[in-house]
């Protein structure tokens, strides 16, 4: 057993301070086989200490992950929160942020834009920012660009109404669609239609696609609630318990 409690103690040292442990390398073969026994006698005697190890992995991961996402965010921190490009929901002045990353052809992004509405509803004190993502094709590329040039040359309310229209409806997107579209909303279409490719559209794409790759971004929706990065769909009680916890 002396052996064991050696070995534990190594085992100990050897997580939490990072060193190496040699000092079992020269057991006779005996020995080696005496603490082998020694470890399973006490393991299967002992079976919730596996399970206290394993959550105690999972406790430091996430743990590590969170300050890694919080790095990230306030390492982008201007482009994040202050970037005056990207529409604005919400409450402006609201005490929590959420910044969506997203893609409007994007199944769990519609999924998500329920979700967000509805927490809004909620919940007055939250501010809402924008940011287009397509990650799934042309259509995708084509709806962001449509987004932005809308809001780039018709306001924020026309773009929150296109907004609103890309995300609950599965429209596909061509240039008679889109004059529709422009049309239904009582947006002018060719201010908006020749400003699609323009040079400012392509910029802000751009720069919104060089920002999510900085924050490690693969997939939508990903979410930045203040120093919080949530890769994926929440839904709205999970949403609520993040904000619960920041505030």
Request: with cysteine; glycine share 4%.
């Amino acid at each position: 057993m002396k052996i064991f409690i050696n070995f534990l103690l190594v085992l100990f040292f050897s997580f939490s301070l990072k060193v190496e442990a040699n000092i079992f390398s020269n057991l006779s073969d005996a020995d080696r086989l005496s603490l082998r026994n020694e470890i399973r006698e006490f393991l299967l005697s002992n079976p919730e200490i596996i399970i206290e190890a394993v959550q105690q992995l999972e406790n430091k991961k996430t743990q590590n992950q969170k300050l890694s996402a919080a790095s990230l965010v306030q390492s982008n921190y201007e482009e994040l929160f202050n970037d005056k490009g990207s529409w604005i929901g919400g409450n402006p002045n609201g005490d929590i942020t959420i910044i969506e990353f997203l893609d409007y052809r994007c199944g769990y992004c519609r999924k998500a834009h329920n979700t967000i509405q509805k927490l809004i509803r909620s919940d007055e004190n939250i501010k809402l920012i924008i940011k287009e993502y397509p990650i799934l094709g042309e259509q995708s590329t084509l709806a962001a660009r449509l987004a932005i040039s809308v809001l780039q040359q018709s306001g924020p309310l026309k773009y929150e109404l296109l907004h609103k229209k890309l995300m609950t409806k599965n429209i596909s997107l061509d240039q008679q669609n889109i004059q529709k579209i422009l049309e239904d909303l009582k947006i002018t279409p060719n201010d908006v239609i020749n400003h699609l490719y323009s040079k400012e559209v392509t910029e802000t794409l751009k720069s919104i696609r060089a920002l999510g790759q900085k924050l490690k971004i693969s997939g939508t929706p990903t979410f930045i609630i203040e120093e919080n990065i949530i890769r994926g769909y929440v839904n709205f009680d999970q949403m609520k318990e993040i904000i619960k916890e920041i505030r």
